[in-house]
């Protein structure tokens, strides 16, 4: 399976942006349908830090406290497609996001861990001015 993310470009302080990823491949629908999925970002010079993740039944969502409030995760499992939502952008939320797709059959859990992740897309980059 591949993941593409989209949607990202320049923007200002306050504005909003969505992010989307798509999971394609040969078994896309039963691989999404069967999978948390999380995005993350990676700042300049920075570290890779989680932002947010769904479960696959779309029910739970978790969110790091850097954006919890102004971001948030959705998914339509027909579509195979994962989105993040982003309002009220400041300048540190400058990044590549990368979204990223996790096993479970629970449908009910949702990590805010890398390494639980077995699919990584590629990115796309936000860059917000002051």
């Known amino acids: 399976v591949q993941l593409q993310a989209s949607g990202g470009g320049l923007m200002h302080t306050g504005d909003s942006l969505r992010l989307a990823c798509v999971l394609s491949?040969?078994?896309?629908?039963?691989?999404?349908?069967?999978?948390?999925m999380g995005w993350f970002r990676q700042a300049p010079g920075k570290d890779r830090e989680w932002v947010a993740a769904i479960a696959w039944r779309g029910t739970i969502s978790h969110y790091a406290d850097s954006v919890k409030g102004r971001f948030a995760i959705s998914r339509d499992n027909a579509k195979s497609t994962v989105y993040l939502q982003l309002n009220d952008l400041k300048p540190e939320d400058t990044a590549v996001y990368y979204c990223a797709a996790g096993p479970d059959y629970s449908g009910t859990y949702a990590s805010p861990f890398a390494n639980e992740y077995t699919s990584w897309g590629r990115g796309t980059l936000v860059t917000v001015s002051s």
């Open positions: 491949g040969a078994t896309s629908g039963r691989t999404f349908s069967t999978s948390f």
